[in-house]
T-cell receptor, first 112, second 118 residues
Framework: SQELEQSPQSLIVQEGKNLTINCTSS?????LYWYKQKYGEGLIFLMM?????EEKSHEKITAKLDEKKQQSSLHITASQPSHAGIYLC????????????FGDGTTLTVKP | GAVVSQHPSWVICKSGTSVKIECRSL??????MFWYRQFPKQSLMLMAT?????????EQGVEKDKFLINHASLTLSTLTVTSAHPEDSSFYIC??????????????FGAGTRLSVL
C-alpha cells in the first residue's frame, strides 16, 4: 500500500541477532496493528498500538508507535528460527472506524 | 479466544464452476468480516467488506456478480466465486472484527483458501 510503507521488504539475519521492521505513513494512524504470516497461511495478530508513544512487548517482540502516530517499529531481540515469516503492519488511517490498510510486508529469514 | 475458521483450505475446480468459501468466527460475534485476495509474495488486497444483514461493500475493480458475498449471521460469511476461471486462482483470506470489542479494529484472520482453477 502506498498509504502505508513498510521496510525493509526482506530481511535475513543470523539467529540470535536483533532486528527492526518499520511501518510509516504520511497520515495519522488511528490504530496500528502488527501481524505475522507464514507463507500460504492466515495472519496471526501480534499487537495493537493506538496512543502516541505507546510501546508493547510480547516475549521477544516489541512494537512502538511514535508520538506523531505516523510511524511504528517492530523490534525482535535475539531472533530465533521460529520468528521467521512475513510481518505485516495494518492501520486505520484518517479514521478509527472501518477497514484497515496493510503494508506490503517484510519477509524475515532467520538463519540457524 | 478470537478464532476464525476458514474452509476449505484448498480447492481445485474446473473452469466454469462455482466455488464457495466459508468464514466462521468460532468464539465471538462479527458484524463485519473482510475478504482479501493475496498474490504470491504480495500483500493483502481487500476485495470487499461483508456486513451482517446487509449488502457487502466491494472495492473498486472487484466484480460483485463474480464474487458473491453473503453474511447471513453474526458468525458466518461466505464468498462464492462464480464461473471461476484460471485467472481467479489465488489465495483468499477472510478476517472478522470482534463486535463485542470496545476499542480498536483488530481483525482476526482465517487460515486462507488456496483456489486453483484448471
Amino acid at each position: 500500500s502506498q498509504e502505508l510503507e513498510q521496510s525493509p521488504q526482506s530481511l535475513i539475519v543470523q539467529e540470535g541477532k536483533n532486528l527492526t521492521i518499520n511501518c510509516t505513513s504520511s497520515k495519522t494512524l488511528y490504530g496500528l496493528y502488527w501481524y505475522k504470516q507464514k507463507y500460504g497461511e492466515g495472519l496471526i495478530f501480534l499487537m495493537m498500538l493506538q496512543k502516541g508513544g505507546e510501546e508493547k512487548s510480547h516475549e521477544k517482540i516489541t512494537a512502538k508507535l511514535d508520538e506523531k502516530k505516523q510511524q511504528s517499529s517492530l523490534h525482535i531481540t535475539a531472533s530465533q528460527p521460529s520468528h521467521a515469516g512475513i510481518y505485516l503492519c495494518g492501520a486505520d488511517i484518517n479514521t478509527n472506524a472501518g477497514k484497515s490498510t496493510f503494508g506490503d510486508g517484510t519477509t524475515l529469514t532467520v538463519k540457524p | 479466544g478470537a478464532v476464525v475458521s476458514q474452509h476449505p483450505s484448498w480447492v481445485i475446480c474446473k473452469s466454469g464452476t462455482s466455488v464457495k468459501i466459508e468464514c466462521r468466527s468460532l468464539d465471538f460475534q462479527a458484524t463485519t468480516m473482510f475478504w482479501y485476495r493475496q498474490f504470491p509474495k504480495q500483500s493483502l488486497m481487500l476485495m470487499a467488506t461483508s456486513n451482517e444483514g446487509s449488502k457487502a461493500t466491494y472495492e473498486q475493480g472487484v466484480e460483485k456478480d463474480k464474487f458473491l458475498i453473503n453474511h447471513a449471521s453474526l458468525t458466518l460469511s461466505t464468498l462464492t466465486v462464480t464461473s471461476a476461471h484460471p485467472e481467479d486462482s489465488s489465495f483468499y483470506i477472510c478476517s472478522a472484527e470482534n463486535s463485542g470489542r470496545a476499542v480498536g479494529n483488530i481483525q482476526y484472520f482465517g487460515a486462507g483458501t488456496r483456489l486453483s482453477v484448471l
